[in-house]
């Protein structure tokens, strides 16, 4: 994958309570009601047979979610995908990766998707969005750096919260070069 289609990284907080209702990452859900039951439950594959999805630009062909904690068991905060039945559970480390659209460039139905809500604690993951074309143009912004405390993070943690989190080190980023070899 070019690096020029890859968006900008987005680091997601959630607290307890939050949650990321059913959509999909190609575009916008049609057909579902905030994907949930009058309950609360989230829908299964009896509730998509009328959901639709409406591409939008730019195209995000595929998805790469890494979850950067671990959200204890029972607490919430799983990535569910109804259709096909799979429940994802933060553990730091672990990712989940799924196409959007289909080989003919259709959205993929099968990838809608939701966080559940956390119940205790807070989950932090990174969307990773590879797009159908290049991005740099719109992006216009220095290609990113290494630092120690992200600023996204400090206000609501303590220095040694946000390195634990992320395991921040000091990192060369420019190492030096290979020596050349004679003529």
């Known amino acids: 994958v070019p690096e020029a289609n890859v968006e900008a990284l987005q680091i997601v907080r959630y607290e307890p309570g939050q949650r990321f209702e059913l ?3 190609a575009g916008t859900l049609h057909g579902v009601d905030g994907g949930v039951g009058a309950e609360g439950v989230s829908l299964g594959v ?6 639709s999805v409406e591409v939008i630009e730019p195209v995000r062909v595929a998805t790469f979610f890494v979850y950067l904690n671990t959200v204890g068991e029972g607490c919430g905060g799983e990535t569910v995908f109804p259709v096909c039945g ?3 559970r933060p553990v730091r480390g672990d990712a989940v990766l799924f196409p959007n659209v289909t080989v003919d460039g259709s959205p993929d139905t099968r990838t809608i998707h939701e ?5 205790s604690g807070e989950k932090f993951g990174l969307n ?6 290049d991005m740099t143009a719109q992006m216009q912004i220095e290609k990113p750096r290494l630092r120690k405390r992200p600023r996204d993070l400090q206000h609501n ?7 634990e989190l992320l ?11 290979a020596p050349s070899s004679p003529g």
């Open 23 to 25: 959509h999909h990452d």
């Open 46 to 51: 009896e509730g998509m047979e009328s959901v």
């Open 86 to 88: 799979v429940k994802a």
């Open 115 to 119: 966080a559940l809500p956390v119940t």
């Open 128 to 133: 990773i969005w590879v797009t159908a074309r």
């Open 157 to 163: 943690m303590g220095e040694h919260e946000v390195e």
């Open 167 to 177: 395991d921040c080190r000091d990192v060369d980023t420019n190492p030096p070069a």
